[in-house]
């Protein structure tokens, strides 16, 4: 039957009616279908998680909802709001979307450290959405939401602005912001991603909060650990379309679909660590660091602030180990890193670099990969000869296409894909290129900073079989940054724990793992037990 | 304690703005003294005229009296320190100090300064707030490019010779004070308005592509409020730090324009200056403009900073 309604009219509101109800949403962008034939219910107090990887269309789905779609896509469908049609099947006249937009559906955008006015004060972007909607009137208002949400010290920080708060901070913030008109239906897309462990939690817990106080969440996210502990029901995205729908419970414990079944894989914590290998303690470690620590003096008109970034930090790396460094946001773990990669000069302490193994009369090489590697490539070179910049710096054109291929082949990159720039290939693809390009100088030491934590988490266990892999077959070192301690647990023989700036606890993986010391440890690893 | 280190710190700051300004000042002096000597001629020359029929005797002691004969050096040596002590000399043309010449002009060119400015940021806001949507951008991209490539001297020779000739509204000799600054301060309004609406609009395209707008129409925000709440800030951040530039096209377009419509001012002291070799009235031109630059720029900055909190920490830094 062909609903005969007027976009946006009220219809009569039957009790038993779902909250939203969205029948065959479609969104396109031209002729190409970036996500069809979605359809769900919501009641008040529900949450319903979509899942799947990035490109699978769960993000443009939930701005849908909204209609606050990127330039040139378009949605259409069904969707009925408490009573009022959204979509029949085109969207509603704009006046209607302003009135469900915060008071109805808030949206908290994925990006919580850009989605807050980098020049308005925290206080004036959390009432935004209040004050549209005659329900705030002035900055203060902000204080109860912002304490709802467990932000620290609100009164001090209501005339700050967001970068003067951590991402957590913003987090908080941000769904503050949603809360402020006091919507029925919140949308939160990937609202733990940017954040480290620990806080990744304690948003959990107030995403849990705000759904036991009758709000209605959905939850966009590709991390299945946060979407088993808050929602009811999962929509499982996967290129386009809705390959699995169902409970929480049923979905993730018998998952019909294979892809299903292989995201939850990839998000489990890994049982066993990688066996160590046998290093002669005897032998002089590739790289010592010993005590170094390392302050940042910071002069402003008024003030001069000496903060500690490293503070007597030691640690060694042997051949063929791989040496996991854990820690959240903000504990050094990024200074460590540049100091021994020599773009850093510690304030006090030395980094000495042993012997390469492969030729003892030369110190050992260092290859770096980064966190970011699209802003890490030229972007207006091919990947060719990105890897060939590896090789030779002072003249890439010379490398031989033969060296160039293997090279690829080695980090399971197709030689199709090496004419490619940066932009062009997907994020895995990207990853592996700047393997390669480190690679390509013979290093003896491979240091991997965040090198998977941008990526979905398929992607990144294919990556992270990859560094096992090139450690099996070169028998390099690898020194393994991380916030994440699924990943580190993973792929690390042995780990290091730090924490504004010391390391707290080092031993091997495991016995880290199965028997930690520190308490700091100890709370980590609590917030990622499944 | 507290108090100290932070008057310390601001002394040090106000001691390299100071330290900085003085350099930019010798380095302009430096470079307009060079380029004047470099240029060949002789200012005795033109300053007797050509019919004159002084003998070479007169004009060797008049040049004498100028400390022309002394090697170049040495006259650049005294200049500087001349300045050093605040003291521009007398010109070679009027005998008069340099000092009192600029100070009576430097009203006339302000006025017409401060006219073009506000005209241009008035414009610019409102070409850049009507016209950020549909049809109407093209039209403006279009009347913007135009107004920022036409050569100053053009656009006011035809706003002269149809608003003062033949229409006769704006009087170039006689009238109101209101009436003669119009024409010139909208001469040298347009070019700058151009540029400023451009960067403008350009801005708070950027902010509307950003994450946190997507955000602030989620709110249930309207165009409108999106426009005045978010966008608008970030638009003047980014055409702030442009104004120094700006300032420095107004000083430029001021010489052309007070010659158009023969108006009083620094650009046409300038101006005279440099074809009668006039080295103290150029080097007074260079050191007011200067210090006018420094000025603007330090208050850019400041402003800067009002609007865009994030750049305090990162000047500072």
């Known amino acids: ?530 | 304690m507290t108090l100290s280190a932070r008057t310390r710190t601001a002394l040090r700051g106000a001691a390299r703005f100071l330290g900085e300004a003085g350099l930019v000042l010798w380095a302009a002096v430096t470079l307009a003294f060079l380029v004047l000597k470099a240029v060949p001629g002789d200012p005795v020359d033109v300053m007797l005229g050509p019919l004159s029929s002084a003998t070479p005797e007169a004009r060797a002691m008049i040049r004498a009296d100028l400390g022309l004969d002394k090697p170049l050096p040495t006259q650049y040596a005294s200049h500087l320190g001349r300045m050093v002590t605040g003291d521009l000399g007398m010109s070679y043309q009027q005998q008069r100090p340099v000092s009192d010449i600029l100070t009576e002009q430097l009203g006339a060119t302000m006025a017409l300064a401060a006219a073009a400015m506000v005209l241009a940021v008035v414009l610019a806001c409102g070409a850049a707030l009507v016209t950020r949507r549909g049809w109407l951008r093209g039209v403006a991209d279009a009347t913007e490019l135009l107004a920022v490539s036409a050569p100053v001297f053009w656009t006011a020779l035809v706003l002269a010779s149809v608003f003062s000739y033949q229409l006769g509204w704006f009087p170039i000799v006689g009238g109101t004070a209101a009436q003669r600054v119009i024409l010139p301060a909208i001469a040298l309004a347009l070019p700058v308005a151009g540029v400023l609406a451009q960067v403008l609009r350009h801005g708070m395209d950027q902010a509307e592509s950003q994450p946190f707008a997507v955000t602030a129409m989620a709110r249930g925000a309207s165009h409108r409020r999106l426009t005045s709440h978010h966008l608008m800030r970030h638009g003047f951040a980014s055409t702030l730090t442009l104004s120094g530039f700006l300032f420095g096209s107004l000083l430029g377009g001021a010489v052309i324009v007070e010659t158009v419509f023969a108006r009083p001012g620094i650009g046409r002291v300038a101006l005279g200056a440099i074809t009668n070799r006039d080295l103290p009235v150029v080097m007074g031109v260079v050191v007011f403009s200067g210090i006018g630059f420094l000025i603007i720029n330090a208050v850019v900055d400041v402003l800067a900073r009002a609007v865009d909190p994030r750049l305090r920490k990162a000047a500072d830094a």
């Open chain 1, 1 to 530: 039957m062909i609903e005969n309604t007027t976009p946006g009219a009220p219809t009569a509101h039957v009790a038993d009616e779902p909250l939203l109800s969205v029948t065959g949403l479609r969104v396109t962008a031209g002729s190409q279908a970036l996500a069809a034939e979605v359809s769900f219910d919501l009641d008040p107090g529900h949450c319903i998680a979509f899942v799947g990887e990035s490109g699978g269309g769960k993000s443009l789905t939930a701005r849908a909802l909204i209609n606050l779609l990127p330039p040139g896509v378009a949605a259409s469908g069904q969707i009925t709001y408490a009573g009022r049609h959204l979509y029949s099947p085109r969207p509603a006249p704009a006046r209607i979307w302003r009135a469900v937009r915060g008071a109805g559906i808030a949206y908290i955008a994925q990006d919580a450290l850009v989605s807050l006015d980098p020049l308005r004060t925290v206080g004036d972007e959390v009432i935004e959405s209040g004050l549209i909607h005659q329900q705030a009137q002035q900055r203060t208002d902000a204080i109860p939401l912002l304490r709802k949400v467990a932000f620290p010290e609100p009164e001090r920080h209501l005339t700050h602005r967001s970068h003067q708060l951590s991402g957590g901070m913003r987090q908080r913030a941000l769904i503050a912001s949603g809360l402020s008109a006091n919507p029925r239906i919140l949308i939160a897309d990937e609202p733990t991603t940017a954040l480290d462990q620990i806080t990744q939690q304690r948003i959990v817990e107030l995403l849990q909060q705000i759904k036991r106080e009758g709000t209605a969440l959905i939850l966009v996210s590709h991390d299945i650990n946060v979407v088993r502990h808050v929602a009811d029901t999962v929509l499982v995205f996967r290129q386009g379309s809705v390959v699995e729908q169902g409970p929480t419970s049923t979905v993730l414990q018998r998952p019909s679909s294979p892809y299903t079944q292989a995201l939850i894989d990839a998000a489990r914590l890994p049982g066993e660590p990688t066996p160590k290998p046998v290093i002669d303690p005897t032998a002089t470690p590739l790289i010592r660091v010993v005590g170094v620590t390392k302050t940042f003096t910071t002069r402003s008109a008024l003030t001069t602030t000496t903060t500690t970034a490293l503070d007597n930090v030691s640690l060694n790396l042997h051949a063929g180990q791989t040496l996991g460094v854990l820690g959240e946001s903000g504990s050094g773990k990024s200074t460590l890193t540049r100091i021994i990669l020599g773009l850093d000069i510690p304030t006090a302490g030395a980094t000495i670099m042993g012997p390469s193994p492969h030729n003892p009369a030369h110190r050992a090489k260092v290859g770096w990969v980064p966190q970011d590697p699209l802003s890490a490539m030229n972007p207006r070179w091919p990947v060719a000869r990105i890897i060939a910049e590896g090789v030779n710096p002072r003249a890439p054109r010379q490398v031989s296409q033969q060296h160039i291929d293997s090279l690829a082949e080695r980090v399971g990159l197709s030689s199709s894909l090496l004419m490619r720039r940066p932009h062009q290939l997907s994020g895995g693809q990207r990853q592996r290129a700047v393997i390669a390009r480190a690679l390509a100088g013979n290093p003896d030491i491979l240091v991997c900073d965040e090198a998977t934590s941008a990526l979905d988490v398929t992607v990144q266990a294919r990556i992270l079989d990859l560094i096992h892999q090139v450690q099996s077959d070169l028998g390099v070192a690898v020194l393994f940054v991380s916030h994440d301690v699924r990943v580190v647990r993973r792929i690390a023989h042995d780990v290091v724990v730090m924490r504004n700036g010391r390391v707290v606890e080092v031993g091997p993986t495991r016995q880290v793992f199965d028997a930690p010391t520190h308490p700091y440890t100890v709370d980590l690893l609590r917030s990622v037990a499944p």
